[in-house]
């Protein structure tokens, strides 16, 4: 059964920090990876999907890396602002007969302080 | 807009009601989800069809019926509504092919008292 775990559980930084958030999961039978973005109260946000075949995937101030023989991706921000403030989803589509699920991780909460 | 709509927003209702949420996508997909999130924001599975058949049913109470009446539409039935029911549902939707990514809506905010 896939588990994927996200650390840290919450982030508070200053404006203007780089930072990076951790996803890992422990099955490495996955097609892809794809990082949301959740604002209180409100929908999930796609923001990248990274195949099993690529590396990482970049936009704008946002680059998602993926290891899948070692079951790990990062998410990194540059130079954060107040609104990136949200909670970061981390979700992994696997293989076989399960392979149309999205296996999600807690979230990390960020808050990116003016 | 192309997206995944669902309706409604928020519902607010009491134990043992019989309620209903709706789901469209206009995004020509041909596999939609359900999706709970607890009190914790935890996102948990809850059914899948792929052109109207029923491809994935997690272990719910059999009082959460799903009905698929085309690719386009995912509704989610449930009676007997229990407090334990309160959450937020999300429907999704994605192509079969799993080199897709899924698309979610805003999510129906259930409240039972």
């Known amino acids: 059964k896939q588990e994927v775990t996200q650390i840290p559980a919450a982030l508070s930084v200053p404006e203007g920090e780089n930072l990076v958030l951790n996803c890992s999961f422990t099955?490495?039978?996955?097609?892809?990876l794809q990082w949301f973005r959740q604002d209180p109260g409100k929908g999930l946000t796609s923001l990248l999907l990274?195949?099993?075949?690529?590396r990482e995937q970049t936009s704008g101030r946002l680059n998602a890396s993926l290891d899948k023989s070692s079951g790990r991706s990062t998410l990194y921000i540059a130079a954060s602002q107040p609104g990136d403030s949200a909670t970061y989803l981390c979700a992994v589509r696997g293989e076989g007969t399960s392979g149309s699920r999205l296996t999600f991780g807690e979230g990390t909460q960020l808050t990116v302080n003016p | 807009d192309t997206a995944v709509s669902q309706t409604p927003k928020y519902l607010v209702t009491q134990m043992g009601n019989d309620k209903s949420i709706k789901c469209e996508q206009n995004l020509g997909h041909d596999t939609m989800y359900w999706y709970k999130q607890d009190s914790k924001k935890f996102l948990k599975i809850m059914f899948s069809?792929?052109?109207?058949?029923?491809?994935i049913n997690e272990t719910v109470p059999n009082r959460f019926s799903p009905k698929s009446p085309d690719k386009a539409h995912l509704n989610l039935h449930i009676n007997s509504l229990e407090l334990g029911d309160s959450a937020v549902y999300f429907c999704?939707?994605?192509?079969?092919?799993?080199?897709?990514?899924?698309?979610f809506g805003s999510g129906t905010r259930l409240t039972v008292v």
């Open positions: 990274i195949q099993s075949s690529q």
């Open positions: 099955d490495s039978a996955i097609y892809n």
């Open positions: 069809y792929n052109n109207k058949e029923l491809i």
């Open positions: 999704a939707s994605s192509q079969i092919y799993r080199r897709y990514g899924y698309t």
